[in-house]
């Protein structure tokens, strides 16, 4: 089985300031890892994706996120968010070979002008 | 030419009642997933469908029925309706190619009085 922590509950920042979205994981198999995003009043949509390669991964939006492996880490991060950033983040795993995904708790971005 | 439809958006109902919450992939996709998400916007899968068969079923009530009559739709049936079940639901979609890249609805928020 798979579990998901994702450290903040709320995070506000000022526009154009980076921010970073932490998210630890535990597994006893390979993992799949993902962010996504949810705006007020949507549905969920996929910012990235870790499947396997590269540990430095880009989505959409201007975000990123590294693997680490040895801390169980899967951190979401952005140069410089924009107020439109506000919304819920949403860290999953998906261990190998398996079709379900385990959600964290989510995480408020609030950007302040 | 949305992607994953829900319906309805809204449905609020009384305690005991039976309702029905009907979701339609035009993606070609052939697994379906319903997610619960409460009010503290944790999201949990409920089941999931690959090919009209159910492969996952978290531990949910019985009074919950999915029903998959071809690969494009999967509805969610739930009897006796209780004031717990308050939620948003959302499904999903994906195929093999993209297993990993989940699709979702735009969700159906159910109150339940």
């Known amino acids: 089985a798979q579990s998901v922590t994702q450290l903040d509950s709320q995070v506000p920042v000022f526009e154009e300031a980076p921010v970073e979205l932490r998210c630890n994981y535990s597994?006893?198999?390979?993992?799949?890892l993902f962010w996504y995003v949810q705006y007020p009043n949507q549905g969920l949509q996929l910012l990235l994706k870790?499947?396997?390669?590269?540990?430095l991964v880009k989505g959409i939006n201007g975000f990123e996120a590294e693997f680490n492996k040895s801390q169980t880490s899967f951190h979401l991060r952005k140069p410089s968010v924009h107020i439109s950033d506000t919304a819920e983040y949403f860290c999953?795993?998906?261990?190998?070979?398996?079709?379900?995904?385990?959600f964290g708790k989510g995480t408020k971005l609030s950007v302040i002008p | 030419d949305t992607a994953v439809s829900q319906t309805p958006k809204y449905l609020v109902t009384q305690m005991g009642n039976d309702k029905s919450i009907k979701c339609e992939q035009n993606?070609?996709?052939?697994?379906m997933y319903w997610y619960k998400q409460d009010s503290k916007k944790f999201l949990k899968i409920m089941f999931s469908?690959?090919?009209?068969?159910?492969?996952i079923n978290e531990t949910v009530p019985n009074r919950f029925s999915p029903k998959s009559p071809d690969k494009a739709h999967l509805n969610l049936h739930i009897n006796s309706l209780e004031l717990g079940d308050s939620a948003v639901y959302f499904c999903?979609?994906?195929?093999?190619?993209?297993?990993?890249?989940?699709?979702f609805g735009p969700g159906t928020r159910l109150t339940v009085t």
């Open positions: 999903a979609s994906s195929t093999p190619g993209t297993i990993y890249e989940q699709y």
């Open positions: 597994s006893s198999v390979s993992v799949y």
């Open positions: 870790y499947l396997s390669g590269s540990t």
């Open positions: 999953a795993v998906m261990g190998a070979g398996s079709y379900q995904l385990t």
């Open positions: 993606l070609g996709h052939d697994t």
């Open positions: 469908y690959n090919n009209k068969e159910l492969i």
